[in-house]
């Protein structure tokens, strides 16, 4: 809305006097339903014979009511989650507000709309009248700070990419519609393919989420990615067996009929779209060559692949072709950072501190290694390794010029990062 750039402090302030960051737990509770009744079964009745792997991102996650309502719904779906890989990922562009959704400590206020089992079953009650979540619900949900007009999403850097679910709701309406498809566009490709895209009832739009097929589910419509092109209504498939710890499934359909779609985002081209409750399979590798490239073309080559590879969800493959390419050059330091990348993207975080921790002895100046460690430390509670790392990142960057683009920082200048590291810390209460 604004022409001329703002500041890190300056995004702040209008954020907390132009949006709502108060919301409330089970918010349209037919998305929830949704949730719970067809998306999280289906996800993890293709999962289980595979990568146990589920990654949800609320996006615009003000005082926390949202993902954690994303995480209860997800224990109610799957109670037992051993041998799961689960993360959800909440951001927010105000730092503030998310110091207090990690407390995940909320007034009477923010449960005016929830079913009743809600607070009996999921929170205890503190002094004052307020009600505290569970620790076992809270400490399901990673909360970091994110501005949807300015930063780069899908991410190894952020942890962006790869998501099976993306919730941004009455977050969009802020935007002009231009810098709205932009950050769809980005949610499009930080989706796995056959990912759902829930917003807001005021937000839907055909033309908008072209993109994306909308799904008719009761009460509600959600949006799923599938590849582009014109497609029509599927038969529904056969039943299956209902999860044992999963809810009853309704029936569900497309939406039907579509109008015409308005021109397609930017972006690579998508491949034709299968039966609506089938993803089509993935592309092969991305980089193929008759003969691997010598020295440090050969490096920038994997690197390449390993972030294709991820940004598409396929992190079994990144981190295979990233530990060959680990073994091939031990002492590129790059590589190992990337490895910690796809170890943290699978909640593998010892793994991932260990990775990180022989990138910065083979390279002490890779700033974005300091980050990612400051951040895994957090992370794990540990609040003084968190600030010690992010004190080595802010020395780094002070003999930096402004506008100088960070390498392996996938465009962002230091202004800019350091403008993303001090609302981190802030969030995280470091400060």
Not at 89 to 102: F, M, S
Request: contains cysteine; glycine residues 6%; proline residues 9%.
């Amino acid at each position: 809305m604004i022409a001329s750039p703002l500041s890190a402090g300056q995004i702040e302030i209008l954020a907390s006097h132009l949006t709502i960051s108060e919301t409330y737990f089970w918010r349209e509770p037919q998305v929830f339903q949704a949730l719970e009744e067809k998306v999280l079964p289906e996800l993890i009745r293709t999962r289980r014979n595979g990568e146990r792997r589920l990654r949800i991102w609320s996006a615009g996650c003000a005082t926390g009511e949202e993902p954690y309502s994303i995480a209860i719904a997800l224990r109610r779906v799957l109670p037992a989650r051993e041998g799961w890989q689960v993360s959800i990922l909440a951001t927010d562009v105000n730092p503030r507000i998310l110091g207090r959704a990690q407390a995940g400590v909320h007034s009477p206020w923010s449960f005016r709309n929830a079913p009743a089992w809600l607070k009996r079953d999921y929170f205890f009650p503190t002094a004052g009248g307020k009600f505290e979540l569970r620790p076992e619900i809270r400490d399901m949900v990673s909360f970091a700070y994110l501005n949807l007009a300015e930063d780069v999403y899908p991410s190894v850097l952020n942890s962006t990419s790869a998501m099976d679910i993306i919730f941004c709701r009455n977050v969009l309406m802020y935007f002009l519609p231009k810098s709205a498809r932009q950050v769809i566009q980005g949610f499009y490709h930080c989706l796995v393919e056959g990912g759902w895209l829930m917003v807001g009832a005021c937000e839907l739009s055909h033309q908008t989420f072209d993109r994306f097929r909308p799904i008719q589910v009761p009460g509600a419509i959600i949006y799923r990615k599938q590849g582009g092109g014109a497609w029509r209504p599927a038969a529904l498939p056969p039943a299956e067996p209902a999860l044992p710890e999963a809810l009853p499934a309704p029936a569900w359909e497309s939406v039907a009929p579509t109008p015409p779609p308005a021109p397609a985002l930017a972006g690579p081209p998508v491949s034709a779209p299968a039966a609506w409750d089938q993803a089509p399979p993935l592309p092969g590798p991305l980089v193929e060559a008759e003969s691997e490239p010598a020295g440090q073309d050969a490096s920038d080559a994997s690197a390449l692949a390993i972030r294709a590879l991820a940004n598409q969800g396929r992190l079994s493959e990144a981190l295979a072709l990233c530990e060959q390419a680990v073994a091939a050059d031990k002492l590129d330091s790059t590589l190992h950072y990337l490895r910690a990348a796809i170890l943290q993207e699978l909640n593998l975080a010892g793994e991932a501190i260990a990775s990180l921790r022989r990138a910065l002895y083979l390279e002490p100046n890779l700033l974005i290694a300091h980050f990612a460690l400051g951040n895994l430390m957090l992370r794990q509670g540990d609040a003084q390794a968190a600030r010690r790392c992010f004190n080595n990142v802010l020395g780094l960057l002070s003999a930096c010029p402004q506008e100088e683009v960070l390498p392996e920082a996938e465009g962002l200048t230091v202004g800019r990062f350091r403008e993303i590291l001090q609302a981190t810390i802030q969030a995280g209460g470091l400060a």
